[in-house]
């Protein structure tokens, strides 16, 4: 009987999140004959193979393993290596709903439904603080690889996901305008849910994420219509908008001091301050936070700002594009 649905799950040292993914999978409200689960490990080194391995022999379970090329690479193998009509994506630290297939799947008696993106929730959204890792899609139009379905000739296609997205970022977005830019829709489900943990991550989460610039040219260079079209302006561009205070703020001190001009200087350390007012504000936004936190922010986003400049410009100049 012919394979409805393949779960691709991309893993990179998460071996303690991913058991729990595969047992929410493996008690899908769905047929068990119906789908299969592909595990891509993409080259871990913390034992994620032994217990890939060890769940592989309770079911409808498939482990596949590559070097370290990516979250991208490591989708792409889970599709070549899939049988179903419908892909869907999802992550180790994710736990679906019981009925998450079974929910998206209506959705495609539609035939101009190339893909269906679903419902995701912070699992535990009283730890989330500034420093946390966490995914929220409430209303759609995001396009998070966490929670989404994809025709299979839809991916082959599009050629599926784009290699040089070689971190966790915008690789989802590129596809997904892939998509729409042939005329086909992707529709939010959402009663098809994954619950997606807030994970304390290390105080450098910031600086990690000031790389992420980088992609923004990519993404910007193959589609700059939908970029602007589809990202949020105020923190899903390449520079959030409140960072552009600290942008312009330099080169007026700069000039202030030049000129010996205190109320020029005065000006741009007042609208320096309010850029980073607003940062921290926005980093804080509902998550709980911790004088520490604050202190840690305050300190860490007189850099990151220009990091993330650092980034974008250096995507610029790879790609040949002018993203901001």
């Given at each position: 009987?012919?394979?409805?649905?393949?779960?691709?799950?991309?893993?990179?040292?998460?071996?303690?999140?991913?058991?729990?993914?595969?047992?929410?999978?493996?008690?899908?409200?769905?047929?068990?004959?119906?789908?299969?689960?592909?595990?891509?490990?993409?080259?871990?080194?913390?034992?994620?193979?032994?217990?890939?391995?060890?769940?592989?022999?309770?079911?409808?379970?498939?482990?596949?393993?590559?070097?370290?090329?990516?979250?991208?690479?490591?989708?792409?193998?889970?599709?070549?290596?899939?049988?179903?009509?419908?892909?869907?994506?999802?992550?180790?630290?994710?736990?679906?709903?019981?009925?998450?297939?079974?929910?998206?799947?209506?959705?495609?008696?539609?035939?101009?439904?190339?893909?269906?993106e679903g419902k995701t929730i912070i699992k535990n959204p009283?730890?989330?603080?500034?420093?946390?890792?966490?995914?929220?899609?409430?209303?759609?139009?995001?396009?998070?690889?966490?929670?989404?379905?994809?025709?299979?000739?839809?991916?082959?296609?599009?050629?599926?996901?784009?290699?040089?997205?070689?971190?966790?970022?915008?690789?989802?977005?590129?596809?997904?305008?892939?998509?729409?830019?042939?005329?086909?829709?992707?529709?939010?489900?959402?009663?098809?849910?994954?619950?997606?943990?807030?994970?304390?991550?290390?105080?450098?989460?910031?600086?990690?994420?000031?790389?992420?610039?980088?992609?923004?040219?990519?993404?910007?260079?193959?589609?700059?219509?939908?970029?602007?079209?589809k990202l949020k302006w105020y923190d899903g561009w390449a520079?959030?908008?409140?960072?552009?205070?600290?942008?312009?703020?330099?080169?007026?001190?700069?000039?202030?001091?030049?000129?010996?001009?205190?109320?020029?200087?005065?000006?741009?350390?007042?609208?320096?301050?309010?850029?980073?007012?607003?940062?921290?504000?926005?980093?804080?936004?509902?998550?709980?936070v911790t004088l520490k936190h604050l202190v840690i922010l305050?300190?860490?986003?007189?850099?990151?700002?220009?990091?993330?400049?650092?980034?974008?410009?250096?995507?610029?100049?790879?790609?040949?594009?002018?993203?901001?």
């Amino acid at each position: 009987m012919p394979i409805t649905v393949s779960v691709v799950v991309p893993t990179y040292n998460q071996k303690d999140f991913l058991a729990g993914c595969i047992r929410a999978l493996k008690d899908q409200d769905f047929p068990g004959e119906d789908y299969e689960i592909i595990v891509v490990d993409d080259g871990s080194t913390d034992g994620t193979q032994q217990l890939s391995e060890e769940l592989q022999s309770t079911g409808n379970l498939k482990y596949f393993r590559q070097e370290n090329k990516g979250p991208g690479a490591a989708r792409n193998l889970g599709i070549s290596k899939s049988n179903g009509s419908i892909i869907a994506f999802t992550d180790t630290d994710c736990i679906p709903d019981k009925t998450w297939i079974r929910s998206a799947l209506p959705y495609f008696n539609d035939s101009g439904v190339a893909g269906v993106e679903g419902k995701t929730i912070i699992k535990n959204p009283d730890e989330n603080t500034p420093f946390s890792h966490q995914a929220q899609n409430s209303k759609g139009n995001n396009f998070m690889t966490c929670n989404i379905f994809y025709r299979r000739e839809t991916l082959e296609e599009t050629g599926g996901f784009d290699e040089r997205f070689k971190l966790a970022i915008r690789e989802d977005s590129d596809l997904a305008f892939a998509v729409i830019e042939t005329d086909k829709k992707i529709v939010f489900a959402p009663d098809s849910v994954v619950a997606h943990p807030s994970i304390n991550k290390n105080y450098l989460k910031h600086f990690r994420k000031a790389k992420e610039g980088f992609y923004d040219a990519l993404l910007y260079k193959k589609h700059p219509k939908l970029y602007r079209r589809k990202l949020k302006w105020y923190d899903g561009w390449a520079f959030p908008v409140y960072y552009y205070g600290y942008y312009l703020s330099i080169p007026v001190i700069i000039i202030s001091l030049i000129k010996n001009n205190m109320s020029l200087l005065l000006a741009a350390v007042i609208l320096f301050s309010l850029s980073h007012v607003a940062t921290i504000a926005f980093a804080c936004r509902k998550k709980t936070v911790t004088l520490k936190h604050l202190v840690i922010l305050f300190f860490q986003f007189l850099v990151i700002p220009f990091i993330r400049f650092y980034w974008v410009m250096k995507g610029n100049l790879k790609y040949k594009t002018f993203v901001w």
